[in-house]
């Protein structure tokens, strides 16, 4: 199948997906705990049975059962060895079923079935969150892809995600493998956003730019609750949307976990989704044949089965826009003017470059941070320099810029080689700074920018260098543009310079920028950027000229700058030119922005994230403030996530004669308190949350040998944490294990896939006071009751807390488990206030 196919064939109707497959194969006598893929291949009938009843009930789409056939998931089961093997029969299952589930006349009609290749995550968290590296979780997919394209797939689902990395290095491994169609679905949590704080809006635009067919959200919830995520993603989104939820929530009935919307609930329910936009439906955890072939009865009933809506939103989603892995940032032509940061660039810069010859990139983190604080939109990256490799350096900063900023990149250098690579690990959508007529950017970058899914900054030079005049200017800016949108770009993922001249050199330099400028907005319509340090090269008292330069420029249509957002009168400038061209709500912004520095500025009543918050350019942490310490190194350490110098600083404070137990007490602990404020607020999300969390463990580390001599100070208590047996998630039970021991609770982590008699056991053994059970599946969720009822045959005093993606505070109360905990911070506070309780009541 190809892509165009694909598309057709969804503008002609829409798509029907099967439902769920695991939750009926345990119906079906598939075991709890046994490789499912390996079950399948050894019974094959029972999922080729299942798969014809979809058939039978309208389903268009079959999934292969190659969900959890890569290398890292079978060689939990020690079956990796056999990988190409098993997703090659697996394919093969569902070939049979499609030939087997279609009647003679049907096959007569033309009806087609498609066979979907099915990839999930690994399980393993990628770096710099985890120890995967991007490139070895792309080469993983490869390996999997190859098997099941080659096996007669007719298209690619990337599917159950809550990582937007994940979702990129799948999508780029299918693309360098085959050339077949790619649909993407997510999971969100209630909150709107996926585990790692990926929101609709960010994952559509993504998603998208990176060039996929199909974009949407399985799992997790229900019809109703994914109204919403279906809506905002297709304003951004021109392609189709997939929404496939679960038969609503899950629960307990007669011990059995079962699911409590019925067919034709689902159906109903489903309807909204379609008027919402998607195009691609079906049915995840829960669902039956029922379901689907009652859902597909309605869609013809109501007269919604016909064409597909995308087609509506072409041209009209927002696609002018970059992003970090969690939030957008649209960029409108009539908008707030946005300040690209420059500082980021060792050129002139002594400091950093000793820096970056060590290797280390405190620096480039603080740069980062204060052009953040002081209102920049976007950070540009440079790392050319001499005496370092710049592929190398830049890969780091990229890496280390996704954990301590919320803005977007622009990635800046002479070599396409560093642009691409940077582009390729970069879990968003950055800007390429910039490509010219030169051959060597011409020929290499555009291309990159479109496999990337990049917006670049488009510079009008060639070989010759400078345009001679405007109408050379503008013929490279149309050559330049002609060739992106041979490239499947469009003129919203360009950005044109200026280009400055310097005044004292040409008088009518800023004239003819102005006249590039207005140009480009009116008559093209496309962003214009520019940098400011030419205009006034060589003049006295250049800020003057920069920032009436700018101004000016501003009310010719410039959209954004490359300018240092720490020079007051600069911004201040910037906000005023947005004021007076009756910007929406510019007159706030530039009220805020002014009386707020006046006040950082002359008193040091607040500080320059509380500005940018008032300014209203990011959200800030300014209104949870009170319990941050003033020039604490350690608290900031923590909290910035700087795992590299940590150790360095506790072993300084204890070289200066401070306490080791005082260190935990009064900055260590109060700084991962203040890490869970503002995780609990969404101004940090899971990346950042085990960042500083592995930060404090590094730092805890140094003291444990000199708290060992002490022994002053007993464990809070003792906790056992385990993922319940068959359950082989771990990642927020291992979040959690490290929350708690950090809070000074003796922990023991029996790991994954732990059965409930060895949880007792360790229980016992090790005198616990609270027992933490994780489950991240419903097919799962049941071993908790199993430990519960141990707990209490056992007459143990022991209680349990139980968490984990599908469990409830509901469940907790069926099962009988004494708490509940919705994330790792949370957890600490449960521990925390359960063992209170205990020792209150004795």
């Known amino acids: 199948m190809t892509k165009k196919e694909f598309r057709d064939r969804i503008k002609k109707s829409k798509l029907i997906l099967d439902g769920a497959t695991g939750s009926n194969l345990q119906k079906r006598g598939m075991p709890v705990g046994v490789c499912p893929e390996e079950w399948i291949i050894e019974n094959s009938e029972v999922l080729k049975q299942l798969q014809i009843e979809y058939i039978q009930a309208g389903s268009d789409v079959l999934y292969a059962p190659t969900f959890s056939g890569n290398r890292i998931k079978l060689e939990e089961y020690g079956l990796d060895d056999k990988l190409s093997e098993i997703n090659t029969k697996l394919v093969e299952i569902s070939k049979a079923a499609v030939d087997e589930g279609l009647t003679d006349e049907e096959k007569k009609a033309g009806r ?316 968003g959508r950055a800007l390429i700074n910039s490509i010219s007529l030169e051959p060597e950017k011409f020929e290499k970058l555009i291309p990159v920018a479109r496999k990337y899914g990049a917006m670049f900054i488009l510079l009008p030079l060639s070989e010759a260098g400078l345009p001679k005049d405007i109408d050379e200017k503008k013929e490279i800016i149309h050559t330049i543009l002609e060739r992106a949108y041979e490239f499947g770009l469009t003129k919203d993922d360009v950005v044109v310079d200026g280009l400055v001249a310097t005044i004292g050199a040409n008088r009518n330099a800023a004239k003819e920028t102005m006249e590039t400028i207005s140009y480009c907005k009116n008559d093209i319509g496309v962003a214009t950027a520019c940098g400011l340090s030419n205009i006034s090269f060589g003049l006295p008292e250049r800020m003057f000229v920069n920032s009436s330069f700018m101004s000016i420029a501003i009310s010719h249509g410039l959209t954004m700058a ?55 350019n990011t959200a800030s942490a300014s209104d949870i403030d009170s319990d941050v310490p003033k020039d604490d190194k350690l608290f900031e350490a923590v909290v910035k996530g700087r795992s590299k110098k940590i150790e360095e600083l506790v072993r300084e404070a204890l070289d200066n004669g401070a306490d080791a137990q005082s260190i935990i007490d009064k900055s260590l602990i109060p700084a991962i308190t203040h890490v869970g404020k503002l995780f609990d607020k969404q101004i940090y999300y899971l990346p950042q949350l085990i960042s500083s969390a592995e930060t404090m463990e590094l730092g805890i580390g140094v003291l444990e040998p000199v708290l060992a001599q002490n022994k002053d100070k007993e464990p809070l208590g003792t906790i056992v944490m385990a993922t319940v047996e068959h359950d082989i998630h771990d990642i927020g039970k291992n979040l959690v294990v490290l929350m708690l021991k950090n809070y000074g609770y003796d922990v023991i982590d029996l790991g994954k896939d732990v059965p409930a008699e060895t949880i007792i056991e360790a229980a016992k053994e090790h005198n616990a006071d609270i027992i933490g059970l994780s489950a991240l599946m419903t097919t799962t969720m049941m071993e908790m009751k199993k430990v519960v009822n141990l707990v209490k045959e056992n007459n143990m005093d022991t209680l349990v807390i139980i968490g984990g993606a599908v469990i409830t505070q509901g469940f907790a109360d069926e099962i009988g488990a004494d708490g509940y905990s919705e994330d790792a911070q949370n957890a600490v506070e449960v521990v925390g206030k359960l063992l209170a309780e205990r020792d209150k009541n004795k």
């Open 112 to 427: 087609e079935v498609y066979i979907a290749g099915d990839i999930t995550m690994t399980g393993k968290q990628v770096y710099p969150v985890g120890p995967l590296m991007f490139e070895e979780l792309v080469d993983i997919y490869k390996e999997q892809i190859r098997c099941i394209a080659d096996a007669g797939i007719d298209f690619i689902v990337v599917e159950t995600m809550m990582s937007l990395q994940e979702c990129r290095a799948a999508v780029i491994a299918a693309k360098e493998v085959c050339e077949l169609p790619v649909m993407v679905t997510l999971t969100f949590n209630e909150d709107g956003r996926t585990l790692y704080g990926t929101n609709p809006e960010t994952a559509a635009l993504v998603m998208t730019t990176l060039g996929v067919d199909a974009v949407g959200v399985n799992c997790s919830t229900g019809p109703d609750k994914m109204i919403e995520i279906v809506k905002t993603m297709t304003e951004y989104a021109d392609i189709p949307i997939v929404a496939k939820p679960n038969a609503g929530l899950p629960k307990l009935e007669d011990g059995v976990t079962i699911y409590d919307m019925g067919p034709e609930e689902f159906a109903r329910e489903m309807m909204p989704l379609v008027e919402a936009g998607a195009d691609v439906v079906g049915g995840c955890c829960g669902t039956t044949p029922e379901h689907i072939r009652l859902l597909n009865e309605l869609l013809i009933e109501k007269g919604y089965k016909d064409g597909g809506s995308f087609e509506k939103r072409e041209g009209k989603v927002l696609r002018r826009a970059l992003s970090t892995e969690r939030n957008v940032l649209p960029i409108d032509l009539d908008g707030d003017f946005l300040i690209i940061g420059e500082r980021i660039n060792p050129t002139g810069k002594k400091a950093l470059q000793a820096q970056l010859r060590e290797g280390s990139l405190d620096m480039v983190c603080e740069m980062a941070e204060s052009q953040e604080e002081f209102g920049a939109s976007i950070l540009d990256v440079n790392m050319g320099m001499n005496g370092i490799d710049e592929n190398e350096m830049m890969l780091k900063c990229v890496n280390e810029l996704t954990l301590v900023s919320n803005l977007p990149l622009s990635i800046d250098s002479s070599h396409p080689s560093v642009v691409e690579a940077a582009l390729r690990i970069y879990p």
């Open 562 to 616: 490359i300018a240092n957002p720490s020079q007051d009168l600069l911004m201040h400038s910037m906000f005023a030119a947005d004021l007076l061209m009756n910007k929406p709500e510019s007159d706030t912004r530039y009220i805020n922005r002014v009386t707020g520095r006046k006040l950082s500025v002359l008193s040091g009543d607040i500080d320059a994230s509380q500005v940018t918050a008032q300014a209203g």
